[in-house]
């Protein structure tokens, strides 16, 4: 059974940082590309930032790119993302998310059941 | 970017009913087409790929088509546990991007 379990949301002052983790399970995970996705308060979803299994290709949002960083370590089954100069529009739950490339079709095919990341002083 | 663009943005609808979603790319994303269904406070539920090809375990009342820029998703007869948000979403291109919602609301 595949699972995906986010954890190191909380709450943050404007300009601070955080790193969120994913531990993934269930899937050969270095074969499957992983996404960060988010959800603020109310709202609906927006993709923040994708790593290929080997982690040498990396994605991002307009949005967040110079600010985040998205890794994996593949030895430990977890994916990361490390969030600096946080804002208050940051503000969300974030999701990671498997993604099924075998098909060619790239959904997200399981999801984490995401972690609230507030950006408040 | 391509912008998905999702009507209607609600609808009510009673058990039993027929219900269609449409989702409207703004340019043609061929046949990457994704659906997916949220209940509140939960993770977004992966229902169809493909624009038509449901996901395994699905229930087979939700169905999918369309190619392009124009898409749909039918549920043949609502049933309680439907009553939730559905997102379509691209990935024919970066950045993926999704519609704004459906939210489909008891009557």
């Known amino acids: 059974e595949v699972q995906l379990l986010e954890s190191g949301g909380g709450l943050v002052q404007p300009g601070g940082s955080l790193r969120l983790s994913c531990a993934a399970s269930?899937?050969?995970?270095?074969?499957?590309?992983m996404s960060w996705v988010r959800q603020a308060p109310g709202k609906g979803l927006e993709w923040v930032s994708t790593i290929s299994g080997s982690g040498d290709g990396t994605y991002y949002a307009d949005s967040v790119k110079g600010r985040f960083t998205i890794s994996r370590d593949n030895s430990k089954n977890t994916l990361y993302v490390q969030m600096n100069s946080l804002r208050a529009e940051d503000t969300a739950v974030y999701y990671c998310?498997?993604?099924?490339?075998?098909?060619?079709?790239?959904?997200?095919?399981?999801w984490g059941q995401g972690t609230l990341v507030t950006v408040s002083s | 970017d391509i912008q998905m663009t999702q009507s209607p943005s609600s609808l009510s609808a009673s058990v039993g009913d027929r219900v269609t979603i449409t989702c409207r790319a703004s340019?043609?994303?061929?046949?990457?087409l994704n659906w997916y269904q949220q209940k509140p406070g939960k993770a977004p539920k992966f229902l169809i790929y493909a624009a038509s090809s449901l996901q395994s375990g699905v229930p087979s009342r939700f169905s999918g088509s369309g190619s392009g820029t124009d898409f749909t998703l039918t549920i043949s007869s609502l049933q309680p546990e439907d009553f939730a948000t559905y997102y379509c979403q691209q990935s024919y291109s970066t950045p993926p991007t999704f519609g704004q919602g459906t939210k489909v609301e008891i009557k």
């Open positions: 269930g899937f050969t995970f270095t074969s499957y590309a």
């Open positions: 998310a498997k993604r099924e490339d075998s098909s060619g079709w790239y959904p997200w095919d399981y």
């Open positions: 340019q043609s994303i061929s046949r990457y």
